[in-house]
């Protein structure tokens, strides 16, 4: 009962409901979704443009291995931890309001990610991105859902899904066609005008929901959370520069474990928490969510890894280098578009299992490249890998939601993109920190009779070896970079094959873990 005959206040759900969504839909619907759709796009893209860009960065700003991995992490941690609070923060200050703020955030970080001259601003504003990216998706994915009636939802979903997810192999291919024709702050500025137009778009043609308040903010949580993460990445990422058994590396590691338990503690008590531990009592939610950040560890790891390797090993241009990894977006496309009718035959765990085993064979195969490899071995490496993630992450995110309670959906979709968005910080951090282990400990061996700065320069990264050779004498040139490129692919054979045997074994536990039954032909799961 509402005290003084107050109407009690309606709940995200019930808005979601309510008579003007479903019985009044915007007649403009379908061009908000295309608003929506672009502003997403850019957001994923986002998180793997940068990828390409890399070696240009790390000459450019003299960046470490380490540095480069943090640069790509940055902008995906902050993704995931900032999450999921940016459904709440729609739910109590408008979606639409929360998308044009986020949207604001995202391109002046943009603006700043072009004008930054050290390593350590373009890593902070890349984490600036992040912050507007994780208020972008669940803001855009809300108004998705009050602009269309019920019976339109399940195909705006799904459109709005793919873009999601076909915007992470697209970011390679842009990025390596702006770095042929620009430089690398390139990758960036083409943000601008894309929020720009959203933004205006946005205004004119989206409706205000009007804010509905709500149990207020979970900001211990939303802290613990991050902090736990970042710290437990800077351990792994640092790990191979520190030493794995320095007090650094250790501490970090340590810290990282006492913030994330302390998080899920906090989470039993908080008022409003910012995830329900109910979730974690879904035995699908919790191995569904597990097999698509997988797919997502083993999607932006194989790029970190493949981008260096064509450049720095090969010697691709970044535009060959970004067109190199179309086979991964073609066939990622193509089969999240069979991953359907073929779940209706073999079930859904499935196709998520025989996804697994092919990003696995994927990654072994990428195990037999050498620094002679021509581009038949690495475009067959990527279709495995497309054809697996492709069946894997539209099926695992729809059984990780199954049987999760209508009263937790909407934390149950925050929660499973907070899961994927760090699974693919996890990637780069574990596979590019396996690489930068092997590398930086065979190029030390290697140039042992060569001056000390050299062979320190050179351990720094595979992007660093030119450099390197311009302060040795002609004759030590060719033999300088070839014992680089040499460790550095040892170190990728070693980083695939723990990649490969980590999508094996998820095969097996997830297809002995998720229950019996079709999703597809609407079976109950048992």
């Known amino acids: 009962m509402s005290e003084k005959g107050q109407k009690p206040k309606e709940t995200s759900q019930e808005r979601t409901d309510a008579p003007e969504a479903a019985d009044r839909p915007n007649p403009q619907r379908w061009w908000v979704l295309a608003v929506l759709c672009l502003v997403v796009t850019v957001v994923e893209v986002d998180a793997t443009v ?34 999921l609070i940016g459904g709440r923060l729609g739910d109590q200050y408008g979606h639409k309001r929360l998308l044009q703020v986020s949207l604001l955030i995202f391109g002046v970080a943009s603006l700043l990610c072009v004008l930054a001259t050290t390593t350590g601003q373009l890593l902070a504003w890349r984490a600036l991105l992040g912050l507007g990216g994780a208020g972008i998706l669940p803001a855009s994915l809300a108004l998705v859902t009050v602009s269309f009636p019920k019976e339109e939802r399940p195909k705006a979903f799904g459109i709005w899904s793919a873009m999601t997810v076909l915007g992470l192999p ?51 949580g939303v802290l613990l959370s991050a902090l736990g993460t970042g710290t437990l990445l800077f351990a792994i990422i640092e790990g191979p520069r520190l030493g ?38 879904v035995r699908t939610f919790v191995v569904g969510s597990m097999a698509a950040a997988l797919s997502f560890f083993v999607f932006t790891g194989i790029m970190f890894v493949l981008t260096q390797y064509l450049q720095g090993v090969l010697g691709y241009t970044p535009l060959n280098a970004g067109l190199g990894l179309v086979p991964l977006a073609l066939l990622f496309t193509l089969a999240s578009l069979v991953a359907g009718p073929m779940a ?20 072994f195969i990428l195990a037999a490249a050498d620094t002679l490899t021509t581009y038949p071995l690495v475009g067959a490496s990527l279709s495995f890998t497309g054809l697996g993630a492709g069946l894997t992450v539209g099926q695992a995110i729809a059984t990780s939601l199954s049987q999760v309670p209508p009263a937790l ?33 065979n190029v030390l061996a290697g140039l042992g009779g060569y001056p000390a700065n050299v062979a320190e320069l050179s351990s720094e990264s595979v992007n660093a070896l030119t450099q390197a050779a311009a302060m040795v004498g002609p004759a030590e040139v060719e033999r300088l970079l070839e014992i680089g490129r040499t460790a550095f692919v040892d170190g990728m054979h070693v980083s695939m094959i723990v990649g490969g045997l980590l999508a094996v074994l998820s095969a097996v536990v997830v297809f002995a873990s998720l229950p019996k039954g079709n999703l597809a032909r609407g079976e109950e799961l048992v």
């Open 50 to 83: 940068v990828n390409v860009a890399l070696p240009s960065i790390a000459a450019d700003l003299n960046a470490t291995s380490s540095d480069l991995a943090w640069i790509s992490d940055a902008y995906i941690l902050t993704f995931a931890a900032c999450m």
């Open 170 to 220: 697209l970011g390679p291919v842009l990025g390596g066609w702006l770095l042929n024709h620009f430089w690398w702050g390139s990758v960036f500025l083409i943000n601008i005008p894309l929020v720009l137009i959203t933004m205006i778009s946005a205004q004119l043609l989206i409706k205000r929901q009007p804010a509905a308040g709500g149990r207020g903010l979970d900001v211990p």
């Open 244 to 281: 794995w058994a320095s007090p650094g590396t250790i501490v970090s590691a340590v810290a990282g474990v006492v913030l994330l338990s302390a998080f899920l503690a906090w989470q039993r008590t908080a008022a409003a928490p910012v995830l329900d531990l109910g979730l974690l009592r």
């Open 344 to 363: 209706t035959k073999i079930g859904s765990r499935g196709v998520i299992a025989v996804g697994l085993i092919l990003i696995g064979a994927g990654m």
């Open 409 to 441: 959906a909407g934390v149950g979709s925050a929660a499973g993109n907070s899961a994927r968005q760090i699974g693919g910080a996890l990637g780069v951090a574990v596979l590019g920190s396996v690489l930068a282990s092997v590398y930086a400990n």
